[in-house]
C-alpha cells in the first residue's frame, strides 16, 4: 500500500495531504488496514466510529 496517507483522525487511507472526509492532515506512518462497504452493518466500523465506506488504517501513528 505503498504511497498511501492515514487521516491522523478518522484514519481514512487517502493519497492526498489533507482527509476528504474530516480536513485534517494525513501522515504516512499508520499500521493495517481495513476495507469497510458498508458502516451501517459492521462491528468492526461501529468500534471505530467509522460512517462512511472506506478503506482506514488500524493504527495511525
Not at 501522515?27 to 482506514?56: E, H, L
Request: aromatic share 4%; net charge positive; hydrophobic share 30%.
Amino acid at each position: 500500500m505503498k504511497g498511501l496517507n492515514a487521516c491522523k483522525s478518522c484514519h481514512l487511507l487517502t493519497e492526498k495531504d489533507r482527509c476528504p472526509h474530516c480536513s485534517e492532515q494525513t501522515v504516512n506512518r499508520w499500521r493495517g488496514y481495513v476495507i469497510v462497504r458498508d458502516p451501517a452493518q459492521s462491528q468492526v466500523a461501529k468500534k471505530m466510529n467509522i460512517t462512511k465506506p472506506g478503506k482506514y488504517a488500524l493504527k495511525v501513528s
